[in-house]
Every structure is written in C-alpha cells, then in structure tokens.
T-cell receptor, first 116, second 110 residues
C-alpha cells in the first residue's frame, strides 16, 4: 500500500492563531486526498475531498473559509485551520486514494491539535 | 450510502481466531465491502475488501454471505497488536468516499 506522511503529529497553539497540517504521499501520485476529523471516543468524520489542481469539496457543515485546503501537487495536500479556537481541538487525519486500487484509502498517522 | 451494523465491542483470547461480524442488508450490487482498523492514536489502516467472493490476504480473511447482506472479518490468530477498532464500510465503485461508522472495539486478552 501507499505510504502517507502527515506532519506535525502534535501541535499546541493559542486561540486565534492558524495552524497548517501537511499530508504527503511518499510513493505514488495521489490524485485525490481526503481530510477527516475525529473527536475523542467518536468515529472519523469526513471534512473534505481534495483533488489535485482544483478546489476542494467540503462536506456539509464544514466551513471552507475556516479549514483551507490546498492540493497543489500530486504528492502534497495541506489543511490550514484558520483562527483556531478550543472547539477545533481534535485529531485530524488525511488519506490518499488513487493508483490501481482506486477505491482503497491509505491514511496518515494523524495530527492531534490542541487549542488553548 | 448503505449502512453497516457492527457490535460495539468484542473480546478474544490471544492466539485464537477472531470473527468480526458486519451486517449490511441494504447493500447494492456495486458496493464493495471494506474493512479498516484503527489502532489507538493512529490513523486507520486498510485491512481487506471484497465484492462477492471470499478474500484472503496476509492480514485477514473476508467471508461474504451468498446474499451479500452480511460479512465476517476473520483474524486467524489474534495477537495483542490486533487490539483496535475495526470498521466495516460499504464503498461504491467509482465513489472513493468512505463513511465511517462506530466500528467494533476489539480487545485481546493475554
């Protein structure tokens, strides 16, 4: 399967600041990447679908101006949480899809965001 | 999206086989059955997927009922490292989105 690197693994920031999370596909070209959010003891919730070279598609209820997604290359997508608040504290996970096994997703290790 | 139903939790003894059930009575003919697992504080990991026939890989086996309304993930010899939340997900070919349910939390007893 694909190797997905997510960075940073953990970040603590002050309320009102912005945080950027990177997701890299290390060994194949990812035409599609996904961003999920997971609150404690809950399941993963899809936030947005990111396609290389085009605008991301956000799920209902996810603010696109708050969660900025950039997928400028086939190996890198970034999620920027703008003006973060304590309620944005969560586990953010990216995944990549593509290649021969188009309907299989390979996940990063996740980023734990804590907003003080 | 067609939904799946899984038990909230299961326990198994180490070195014994584990059968994780999943019901998906509203599955459509083009839905694939996927299994992922999530270890604590990690992103999910792909385990196996299938359409109609049973599937085997190095991690597990997937047994699919003849009417496709249920399936079972089989771990042939559980280890402590298999303790995780296991998600059974239906995914329609051509639609890459995955909808995660609550999954089954598997506890392995030493």
């Amino acid at each position: 399967g694909a190797v997905v690197s997510q960075h940073p693994s953990r970040v603590i920031c002050k309320s009102g600041t912005s945080v950027k999370i990177e997701c890299r596909s290390l060994d194949f070209q990812a035409t599609t990447m996904f961003w999920y959010r997971q609150f404690p003891k809950q399941s993963l919730m899809l936030m947005a679908t990111s396609n290389e070279g085009s605008k991301a598609t956000y799920e209902q209820g996810v603010e696109k101006d708050k969660f900025l997604i950039n997928h400028a290359s086939l190996t890198l997508s970034t999620l920027t949480v703008t003006s973060a608040h304590p309620e944005d504290s969560s586990f953010y996970i990216c995944s990549v899809a593509g290649g021969l096994a188009k309907n299989i997703q390979y996940f990063g290790a996740g980023t734990r965001l804590s907003v003080l | 999206d067609a939904k799946t139903t899984q038990p909230n939790s299961m326990e198994s003894n180490e070195e014994e086989p584990v059968h994780l059930p999943c019901n998906h009575s509203t599955i459509s003919g083009t839905d694939y059955i996927h299994w992922y697992r999530q270890l604590p504080s990690q992103g999910p990991e792909y385990v196996i997927h299938g359409l109609t026939s049973n599937v085997n890989n190095r991690m597990a086996s997937l047994a699919i009922a003849e009417d496709r309304k249920s399936s079972t993930l089989i771990l042939h010899r559980a280890t402590l490292r298999d303790a995780a939340v296991y998600y059974c997900i239906l995914s329609n070919f051509g639609n890459e989105k995955l909808t995660f349910g609550t999954g089954t939390r598997l506890t392995i007893i030493p």
